[in-house]
Structures are given as C-alpha cells and as structure tokens.
C-alpha cells in the first residue's frame, strides 16, 4: 500500500526557547503540541493518534497522552534517535491509510542545554542496561563526535574531501541563520573561521558540530478529508522511507549513509527524482553528515559532495540547492540532540511560503526532509519524506 497522497501535514510548532531552566520535558510537550494543533485549526480532542520516541518522559506515549489528556486510538513510540520523527510522518500516514486514525500528532521535547550536555562528547554508553554492542565497544571509549569524525576522515581519504569544503555547509547554515530571530547562532561566519576554530576530533572542529540547544516542536499529520476543511495551506506527502544501517559484522562502509536506502525508497514512491527537489531540509548534526545525506540521496555523485557543497551552493538566493533554511542543527536549532523533526517544519514553512522572506525559495512546490538519528560511523537510523504543496 502506498501512502502517496494519503495524508497532509496540517500543523506545525517550534518552541522558541533555546534554554527551558524553568520548563519540564513534558511541559515543552505540552506546549509544542498546543501550538501545531492551533496552527493546523484543531484542538487535542482531534486527536486519535499520538507519535513520540526517547525524548518522552516517563513511560512514553502512556504518560504523554495522560498528562496531555489526549485519547487516542493509535499510538507509535518508534525511536532511531534523531530520524524518529521523520519516520512518524511516514508512520502516521500509514496510519491515517490504514484507518488507524485521522488526526496524528507528532511531539519532540529535550532539555539538554539545560542540563550541560555537550554535544558529541557523551560516551557511547552510560550505563543502565547494557546495549548488545557495548562489550565490544564501550573499551574503546567511543563517543558521538568521534564517530562521526571516523566518517569524515574516510570521506577524504577516499575522496580528496577537504575541511573548507565541509566548512561551506556551516557557511551557508549560518547565511540562513542571521534571518531567524530564535535561532542560537546568528552571525554568519567564513571558511577560515570554521577550519580555524578548536579542534574536537579530527578532522571536525567547533564550528562543524551542531549547536546544543533545549525546545522542541510538533507536526500535526491528517487524513485528506480533514485537510480539506482545513484553511492552511495544504502540504501533501508524497513517499516515505525509513532504514536502520548496521556494522554488518565488521563490514561496514564508512562512506555511505541508510540515506542511501530511505532516500531511494521514498523517492521511487513520491514518483520523482532528486533534480526536481526545490529544498532539502537534511540533518546536520555535524558537518559530514549533511555531505554524506546529500550524495546518498541522489543529489550529487557519490565522493563529490565536497563540490557539491562548496562556494555557496547550499544558500538560498545563491546555491542550485537551497537547504536548512532556518539555520538547522549547525545554528539554530537542535533540542534534545534530536533535530530531525524541526527538518519537516522547515520543509513544511518553505512549502506554504512561510519562510523568512530573505531565504523563502521561490516556487517552492516540492521538498525533502531526511534525519539521522544514532551515530554515522556504527549504527544509525535513518528516514526521508517527500513533501508537495498542493
């Protein structure tokens, strides 16, 4: 069964903290959740579908649909990290195809600024129950970045990759980032000074990782029937595709991506290819990741996405590729270490011409959102949407 045509994206919501001292998790859920349903012209007693991941405190979707007081027939707590809620999307009009329900929502919250997290630094592993991987893992002293930067440092060996080129990515991040009044980093910024900036692990430096950041947001998914009623403007899903990428038992290939997978299936459904793309919202946890998203996905050939990228190929106004309009993961935005939902609400914003007028693509008819969610160098989930204005 496909889902092309199934279901439409009425609501959306970002939270414009970027420090929730005084906010809980599930308040931030809570807050999100009003927003998109507001803005979508509904309210929680629509509801009959709920989605959330590991950011949900508590027992997930018992305790969120409790504390919300949503009654929902149908509910999903799938987590791949930071893809989860791309893959919701996909999973919620599957949903609403399958008469699960009509009115799905979709809610992310996190607080780890709040709590002194430093992105990429946090070990593998922190106890509790142990992972299947963490025996033959954990030893080594493995962290977030440093996966992430084992990518990277195959990309250019492989390729000739160099660090300006991935720098052009924070370059163009930040371009989009001085429109956008919430976001965490404002001033745009050179080649020189990523490649200058502090070392993390080789080969990413400071100003390749993504920023840290508390907040959240929510997308509301609907059924078209109720999307027709609806007075916003109409953002059709047109493919989905979702993909968990493994160490194969040793045989890994650092230089590719489960976009490889996800991006092709979601593409083979929506019925259209890469070229036709208008924007690209792609996690940027780091760096290498967007680089890696873009080849995998089809946008350029694989080992030339350092080209790709550079001299200003990703600003709005400026590039063939317009991506992360809002300043992404790398400037604006990451809350909770999860920053694949806010992916799909920029997507949705360029879509209904409701981006900042100064990086709003013109004609914006067609989009696509990816996320990444666990570590590019072990194992990752990863998810792509195709999203069309009708």
């Known amino acids: 069964m496909s889902i092309k ?21 599930a308040q931030i859920h809570a807050q999100v959740a009003k927003g998109a349903l507001e803005d979508a012209g509904l309210t929680k007693d629509d509801v009959d579908g709920y989605f959330c991941a590991g950011d949900a405190p508590g027992l997930g979707p018992m305790s969120m649909v409790e504390y919300m007081g949503l009654k929902p027939r149908h509910v999903d707590s799938t987590d791949t990290g930071g893809s989860s809620y791309v893959l919701h999307v996909g999973h919620a009009a599957e949903a609403i195809a399958a008469g699960k329900c009509k009115v799905a929502l979709i809610t992310l919250a996190g607080r780890p600024r709040a709590e002194g997290m430093a992105t990429g630094t946090v070990p593998r592993s922190r106890g509790g129950t142990p992972t299947p991987d963490e025996p033959f893992e954990f030893p080594y002293g493995p962290t977030v970045v440093n996966m992430y930067a084992m990518c990277a440092m195959r990309h ?33 910024v050179t080649v020189e000074e990523v490649v200058n900036s502090p070392m993390i692990s080789d080969p990413l430096h400071r100003l390749d990782c993504c920023v840290i950041t508390d907040g959240g947001g929510a997308i509301v998914v609907v059924a078209p029937e109720i999307a027709a009623k609806l007075k916003r403007p109409k953002v059709k899903l047109l493919g989905a595709g979702e993909f968990i990428k493994t160490q194969m038992g040793g045989k890994v290939d650092l230089t590719y991506s489960g976009a490889r997978v996800s991006g092709a299936a979601a593409f083979a459904e929506a019925g259209v290819k890469p070229a036709d793309i208008k924007y690209a919202s792609i996690y940027d946890s ?105």
């Open 286 to 390: 780091f760096t290498i990741t967007v680089l890696m998203q873009l080849e995998d996905l089809g946008f350029c050939e694989k080992g030339k996405g350092g080209a790709f990228v550079a001299d200003g190929n990703l600003i709005a106004g400026q590039g063939k590729l317009p991506f992360n309009t809002d300043g992404g993961g790398l400037c604006s935005n990451h809350p909770g270490n999860r920053g694949g939902l806010t992916k799909v609400l920029e997507a949705v914003r360029q879509l209904r011409g409701e981006a900042h007028p100064a990086v709003q693509v013109k004609n914006c008819n067609l989009a696509v959102a990816h996320g990444t969610g666990g570590s590019l160098g072990l194992r990752h989930g990863s998810a792509t949407v195709i999203l069309e204005r009708e």
């Open 5 to 25: 045509g199934k279901a439409y994206i009425a609501g959306i919501y970002e939270h414009p903290t970027r420090l929730a001292k005084d906010i809980s998790l």
């Open 156 to 188: 250019m060996h492989e390729f000739g990759t160099t660090a300006e080129q991935l720098a052009w990515i924070k370059v163009a991040a930040s371009h989009h980032a001085k429109h956008n009044p919430h976001a965490l980093l404002r001033d745009v």
